[in-house]
Nanobody
Framework: VQLAESGGGLVQPEDSLRLSCEASGETFDLYAVAWFRQAPGKEREFVAALRWSPLYTFYADSVKGRFTISGDKAKNMVYLEMNNLEPEDTAVFYC??????????????????WGQGIQVTVSS
């Protein structure tokens, strides 16, 4: 499975941005997908996750109410809609996917596949 992020960039505070993640390869058995981020000098942190069946979403407290994760399994696409962005959201955002075994939505170690990451910068 290969994951490719797109949609990042430089925005101003309170702006919106939508990240996309396209999965390719043997995607039929993917159980869940997620977004993580890593700010300079900080550890990678969980942002949001989507479990396909039964469909359910999970969010970090820091983004709840501002970010929305969604997906189209038929198109192998996952999205992260980010609203009311803050400078503290500046980070490299990574798409991740889980295909089996032990799973906990916010634990990065349970995701087998990762994209290369995309920069999101929030600055005035």
């Amino acid at each position: 499975v290969q994951l490719a992020e797109s949609g990042g960039g430089l925005v101003q505070p309170e702006d919106s941005l939508r990240l996309s993640c396209e999965a390719s390869g043997e995607t039929f058995d993917l159980y869940a997908v997620a977004w993580f981020r890593q700010a300079p000098g900080k550890e990678r942190e969980f942002v949001a996750a989507l479990r396909w069946s039964p469909l359910y979403t999970f969010y970090a407290d820091s983004v709840k109410g501002r970010f929305t994760i969604s997906g189209d399994k038929a198109k192998n696409m996952v999205y992260l809609e980010m609203n009311n962005l803050e400078p503290e959201d500046t980070a490299v955002f990574y798409c991740a996917a889980h295909s089996g075994g032990y799973y906990y939505y916010s634990d990065s170690r349970t995701y087998q596949y990762w994209g290369q990451g995309i920069q999101v910068t929030v600055s005035s």
